[in-house]
């Protein structure tokens, strides 16, 4: 899945409206190792798996610790609209985590979060449980790595306490890609199939047709 388009989002979460009413707290979600409760808003944030920080980050918050990235990351980590807009909150890049196995429990105890948000991750129910014991951590709903980058802004606007900019977050961004795929007509009738294998397990394949 590609969140490149969430540059544009980062903007667009940026400029929400400063008189949005934050939700109170405590907040629950539900998740498929169980339900998560977040007692007040985050200010410790660590994100694991791919994408979390886009959204977290899209959301005006930023991470004490995020993975890196090693699929268009560049030599850091980072990918290059995570860094546009950690420069546009005036922030450093946050600690970057070694993502090059399991979580790395220690590193992340570490950073003393108050969240770890996994919630596009493929993290199992014993390493949640191991996360749990540092701080509330939210997982993927569903299936491993199979969170849309809606329910993905969706879930971490509910943990911040930002229901409503995450609503208009995707809202907004959903508007630019019909707006974009307006522009090529000729798309309508187009359809694509893609298909990946990741270490030697079976490959997964996805045929679409735009909308």
């Known amino acids: 899945m590609s969140f490149r388009f969430l540059a544009i989002a980062f903007a667009i979460g940026l400029a929400a409206p400063a008189g949005v009413q934050a939700q109170p707290f405590p907040v629950t979600i539900e998740h498929a190792h169980g339900a998560t409760i977040i007692p007040a808003k985050p200010e410790r944030i660590v994100t694991w798996g791919w994408s979390n920080e886009d959204a977290v980050i899209a959301l005006g918050a ?93 879930i971490i606007g509910k943990a911040l306490g930002k229901d409503a900019e995450a609503q208009a977050l995707v809202d907004d961004t959903t508007a630019w890609v019909q707006a974009e795929f307006a522009k090529y007509p000729r798309l309508k009738k187009v359809t694509f199939a893609g298909a990946n294998d990741f270490d030697g397990q079976s490959p997964s394949m996805r045929r679409s047709t735009p909308a």
């Open 62 to 154: 930023v991470p004490v610790g995020m993975p890196f990235q090693s699929y268009g990351g560049g030599d850091n980590g980072v990918h290059e609209w995570v860094e546009d807009a950690l420069a546009a909150l005036g922030a450093e890049v946050p600690t970057i985590l070694d993502a090059s196995g399991e979580p790395p429990i220690e590193q992340i105890a570490a950073l003393n979060p108050d969240l770890i948000v996994a919630a596009y991750s493929g993290i199992t129910e014993d390493q949640y449980a191991l996360l749990s014991g540092i701080a509330p951590t939210i997982a993927y709903r569903g299936a491993p790595w199979s969170t849309s980058w809606q329910d993905l802004t969706l």
